[in-house]
């Protein structure tokens, strides 16, 4: 009786082992299903960024965000566009606010891209427009994830109030939305004109990152969470900010190791040029 009671003890331990085996292996699984992939200007390394063929190349490619980067006209339209110039990523030259929306429309954003990525050269890239804000809503719709960054908004006054009319005029589903910028003075005025926005703070180290408490606090005021460049912080970092309820989005990965790294650490989301890579990662691949 005693050998078929410790026999009935050891093989419920075993199964209580290897039940705790599977839900390790469940809670990694459903860890890595929940990192936020953010196609990084659209998928970027294979299309022109921030032209809607690059967004929609995200999505394809299993972007959870579309990611659209601000700057504005001369007649004070939104056009997602990394820099404040034209030169890089168009044939055009000078500050995007020393132009109209109508002459930003005549430029060919997509050749820059064949000429510097041969590898990824299309035909089909030459001419690509610039699209604004607002072509992008209409493209993608209301319930479409959102990832929006104020670029230098002491350039642009009143950007955020144009942002937010723009969301509200397509009816942008915010519970789907992220406004981010290296600019807290950019967020705390989108947290004042409508405080149901969800905030992101991006930060740029030069050194090794720390996190102080006192930024801790400060961040949480307004945003629910930050956005590091990947290469100056540590798992220590990342546990910080997961650790005071803080999402963490580390921008730009590239490399499946890195995100792999990443991810072992904790981050809740990662920004990459290659969604299609991230992807893989997710799954194990």
Same mark, same amino acid.
């Given at each position: 009786?005693?050998?078929?009671?410790?026999?009935?003890?050891?093989?419920?331990?075993?199964?209580?082992?290897?039940?705790?085996?599977?839900?390790?292996?469940?809670?990694?699984?459903?860890?890595? &299903?929940?990192?936020?992939?953010?196609?990084?200007?659209?998928?970027?390394?294979?299309?022109?960024?921030?032209?809607?063929?690059?967004?929609?190349?995200?999505?394809?490619?299993?972007?959870?965000?579309?990611?659209?980067?601000?700057?504005?006209?001369?007649?004070?339209?939104?056009?997602?566009?990394?820099?404040?110039?034209?030169?890089?990523?168009?044939?055009?030259?000078?500050?995007?606010?020393?132009?109209?929306?109508?002459?930003?429309?005549?430029?060919?954003?997509?050749?820059?891209?064949?000429?510097?990525?041969?590898?990824?050269?299309?035909?089909?890239?030459?001419?690509?427009?610039?699209?604004?804000?607002?072509?992008?809503?209409?493209?993608?719709? &209301?319930?479409?994830?959102?990832?929006?960054?104020?670029?230098?908004?002491?350039?642009?006054?009143?950007?955020?109030?144009?942002?937010?009319?723009?969301?509200?005029?397509?009816?942008?589903?915010?519970?789907?939305?992220?406004?981010?910028?290296?600019?807290?003075?950019?967020?705390? &005025?989108?947290?004042?004109?409508?405080?149901?926005?969800?905030?992101?703070?991006?930060?740029?180290?030069?050194?090794?990152?720390?996190?102080?408490?006192?930024?801790?606090?400060?961040?949480?005021?307004?945003?629910?969470?930050?956005?590091?460049?990947?290469?100056?912080?540590?798992?220590?970092?990342?546990? &910080?900010?997961?650790?005071?309820?803080?999402?963490?989005?580390?921008?730009?990965?590239?490399?499946?190791?890195?995100?792999?790294?990443?991810?072992?650490?904790?981050?809740?989301?990662?920004?990459?040029?290659?969604?299609?890579?991230?992807?893989?990662?997710?799954?194990?691949?």
């Amino acid at each position: 009786m005693k050998k078929l009671i410790k026999t009935g003890i050891g093989a419920l331990a075993l199964s209580l082992t290897l039940m705790g085996a599977d839900s390790s292996v469940v809670d990694a699984k459903e860890k890595h &299903k929940d990192i936020l992939n953010v196609a990084h200007r659209g998928a970027s390394g294979y299309a022109p960024e921030h032209t809607i063929t690059s967004y929609k190349m995200g999505e394809k490619m299993h972007g959870d965000y579309i990611e659209v980067d601000l700057q504005m006209t001369k007649d004070g339209e939104l056009i997602a566009m990394h820099d404040e110039t034209l030169d890089r990523t168009t044939n055009g030259t000078g500050q995007v606010k020393d132009y109209t929306l109508e002459e930003i429309k005549q430029l060919d954003a997509g050749s820059w891209f064949n000429e510097k990525y041969p590898e990824q050269a299309k035909a089909k890239y030459e001419g690509l427009q610039v699209p604004t804000l607002k072509e992008v809503f209409e493209t993608f719709g &209301k319930n479409a994830n959102y990832y929006i960054e104020t670029k230098s908004p002491e350039v642009y006054p009143g950007m955020e109030q144009k942002l937010l009319d723009e969301v509200n005029e397509y009816g942008i589903n915010k519970d789907k939305l992220l406004v981010q910028s290296f600019s807290s003075e950019s967020l705390l &005025k989108m947290d004042e004109i409508d405080p149901s926005v969800k905030l992101v703070q991006l930060l740029e180290y030069t050194s090794p990152a720390e996190l102080t408490d006192e930024e801790v606090q400060s961040i949480k005021q307004y945003a629910m969470g930050i956005g590091p460049n990947s290469d100056m912080i540590d798992r220590e970092y990342v546990q &910080k900010a997961v650790q005071n309820d803080l999402e963490i989005h580390p921008y730009t990965v590239n490399e499946k190791e890195e995100m792999q790294k990443l991810i072992d650490w904790g981050v809740t989301g990662i920004f990459t040029n290659f969604p299609d890579l991230l992807h893989e990662v997710k799954k194990g691949k």
